[in-house]
């Protein structure tokens, strides 16, 4: 049964800076699309960065183009997502996600909270 660990989250300043960190484990990780989302109180669940296995290519949500970058090692079973120039807005519960790249069995992370406040 696959499991993924989320880290890394906290309370930080807007214009300040956060790494969260996704450790895998129980699957193939080098197969597996690996997605960030995050869900803010009233909200749904939306997605933030992805890295897909096919083409080694990565999607953000337009609201975070150029502020955050998704990275994966495979070698650590372990995707990140760096976060600069931090919002209030992106104040959210984030998750971590791995699906199959050719199938539908997935994974989420338990979460972790980012505060964005002065």
């Known amino acids: 049964q696959g499991q993924l660990v989320e880290s890394g989250g906290g309370l930080v300043q807007p214009g300040g800076s956060l790494r969260l960190s996704c450790a895998a484990s129980?699957?193939?990780?080098?197969?597996?699309?690996m997605s960030w989302h995050r869900q803010a109180p009233g909200k749904e669940r939306e997605l933030v960065a992805a890295?897909?296995?096919?083409?080694?290519?990565?999607n953000y949500a337009d609201s975070v183009k150029g502020r955050f970058t998704i990275s994966r090692d495979n070698d650590k079973n372990t995707v990140y997502l760096q976060m600069n120039s931090l919002k209030p807005e992106d104040t959210a519960v984030y998750y971590c996600?791995?699906?199959?790249?050719?199938?539908?069995?997935?994974?989420w992370g338990q979460g972790t909270q980012v505060t964005v406040s002065s």
């Open positions: 890295s897909l296995v096919i083409g080694s290519v990565t």
């Open positions: 129980g699957f193939a990780f080098r197969r597996y699309d």
């Open positions: 996600k791995a699906r199959l790249s050719w199938g539908t069995v997935e994974y």
